[in-house]
């Protein structure tokens, strides 16, 4: 396999290459008492464990970095135009640096259906979002599959596909300045929020992702204030009242807020594999939704 030789640095063993790692927002004033309380020594949200929506096994945040970085080294020389792209300028790949905290996107859809080709389950499952810096500038979006418990790592430090493979990396070049969609921590999110709804944040915010058409890169923080606050959809005159708000940083308010209707599963058409793993016709399959989460969102103007 070709690959670029480069290193990815996981830890802080550069100093002068370390990404850009700002203390968080101080949320005290803005969170519940309830919510205070569960804070850790640094002010930080403890957010929810990684889990599947069913038994399914997943990968743990320390594999999802191993994983980052074998990724960009055996296939970030084939990907850095496209990145560059997005971001809007050069990209070094001995200088991209995994960032200080990686987080894990919740699917909002239910079990895939059985005997299909392995990208299907990975393209409605959960997601870690792994940031990429370069020279602490915030440069490259990485979405690992949580369901990539069927890569390996070679001694070299390359990528082991298996047999079949799919949807397990996404990746997208972040505009540089972040002018546009970015990852920001769940400090800085519920702060916007809260600021914006002059409300309290009565959970710890969780990441979730937008739904299988949207990329895995750009999921969205739902963010529940202590009361009711008035919010007007896009496009629509009349207010009305919610506690959940989901934010994202983006070129608009960054504020959404569910459709009002929601489609109970989605259809899609995927390869089949039979009990011996061997390659079969296309079959139609359907994902359900699972309840309370929400795949559609219309932007919205908060009006405390």
Known sequence: MLAAVFTIVIGGCDASRSPV?????????????NVARSLDANGRFVLPAPEAPDASPIISEIRAR?????????FGIFHVRWWERGRGGKLDLA???????????????GPVPAGLFPSAKKLFGPFYIVPLYQRGSLAVLLGISAYNVDMEIGTDGELILPRFDGNGFIASGV??????????????????????????VARVPELVLPG??????????????????????????RQEQTREIFF?????????LPTRTQPTEELRIAPSLDAQGRLGPDVEFRVPLLTGRAVQFDTITVRP
């Not at 191993?66 to 055996?74: E, G, H, I, K, T």
């Not at 949207?214 to 629509?236: C, F, Q």
Request: net charge positive; hydrophobic share 40%.
């Open 248 to 256: 994202a940083k983006s070129r608009d308010t960054g504020m959404r």
């Open 21 to 33: 790692s700002p203390l968080p927002p101080d949320v005290t004033a803005i969170v519940t008492e």
């Open 175 to 200: 505009p540089a300045g972040n002018s546009g969609w970015s990852a920001i921590s769940p400090e800085e999110a519920a702060t916007i929020v809260a600021r914006m709804a002059n409300r309290k």
């Open 212 to 237: 299988a058409r949207i990329m895995p890169v750009y999921p969205l923080w739902k963010v529940t204030l202590e009361n009711d606050v008035d919010v007007t959809r896009r496009g629509e005159q």
């Open 66 to 74: 191993q994983l980052a970085a074998a990724y960009l080294q055996s």
């Open 95 to 109: 200088e991209l640096t995994v960032g200080p905290r990686v987080y894990f996107a919740s699917t909002p859809y």
